[in-house]
């Protein structure tokens, strides 16, 4: 007659329920570390190797370093992040070039003939006001997350302040209000642009990069969170 298999002891089941425990605190712990550093390597991998692929093929070939690794090294080798820097380059030539009085003239020139056609001179004023907004020394723009009373009183959400309501909106509401830009979630580049009262909003604290990831993560990620917060018992 066989002899009834032998049940492990509860002490025994529990200390392998505590490694198989400890064991997946540890790879979540792992996939906390390792996933956010591969994903933010990967975008800058593909910024940059997207930059380059418009950038590197506008080079003349005497200037490109690419054909010199080719022609003494026999080595196909493309140079990362070179598109890059010519691009930043240039960039940086064309502000010094349009801060002398031709390089002020030449722009005023393009300008007035952008005037001349309907559908882009609005979008080129749209998009350089935007820039000249957003680049300002002076400017505030998102630079503080605010609380507002959205959809309805008594529920709140983050909202960033843009600038104070000027103009005809302003005389219209005949009330200091701000310009606050609500983002939705998880995707914080679409939103909605509200008018509100300073006296109906409530200013944060924590800076604003706190609160995109707030919003970004569904109130998951809270301000302060770090791998110190997680329990490997």
Request: glycine share 8%; proline share 8%.
């Amino acid at each position: 007659m066989p002899e009834p298999e032998k049940t492990p002891a509860p002490s025994e089941q529990t200390s392998k329920l505590g490694i198989f425990a400890r064991l997946r605190a540890y790879f979540f712990a792992g996939v906390l570390v390792t996933a956010p550093i591969a994903i933010t390597i990967a975008l800058a991998v593909w910024i940059i190797g997207y930059i380059d692929d418009q950038i590197v093929p506008l080079i003349p070939q005497r200037y490109n370093p690419d054909t010199y690794f080719q022609q003494y090294l026999g080595v196909d080798f493309g140079l990362p992040g070179l598109g890059v820097l010519v691009l930043i380059l240039a960039i940086t030539l064309i502000g010094a070039f349009t801060a002398g009085l031709v390089g002020r003239w030449i722009v005023r020139f393009g300008e007035k003939l952008l005037d001349r056609m309907p559908i882009i001179r609005s979008l080129y004023k749209l998009t350089k006001q935007i820039f000249q907004t957003v680049l300002q020394n002076q400017s505030n723009a998102f630079r503080q997350a605010v609380l507002v009373e959205y959809p309805r009183p008594g529920l709140w959400a983050i909202a960033f302040v843009t600038a104070e309501t000027q103009g005809e909106l302003h005389e219209l509401l005949q009330r200091d209000t701000v310009n606050v830009f609500l983002p939705t979630t998880p995707n914080p580049t679409s939103g909605f642009l509200l008018f509100v009262p300073k006296e109906d909003i409530k200013i944060l604290n924590m800076p604003v990069e706190d609160a995109v990831k707030l919003v970004i993560s569904a109130g998951i990620v809270h301000p302060g969170d770090d791998l110190a917060g997680i329990d490997l018992k």
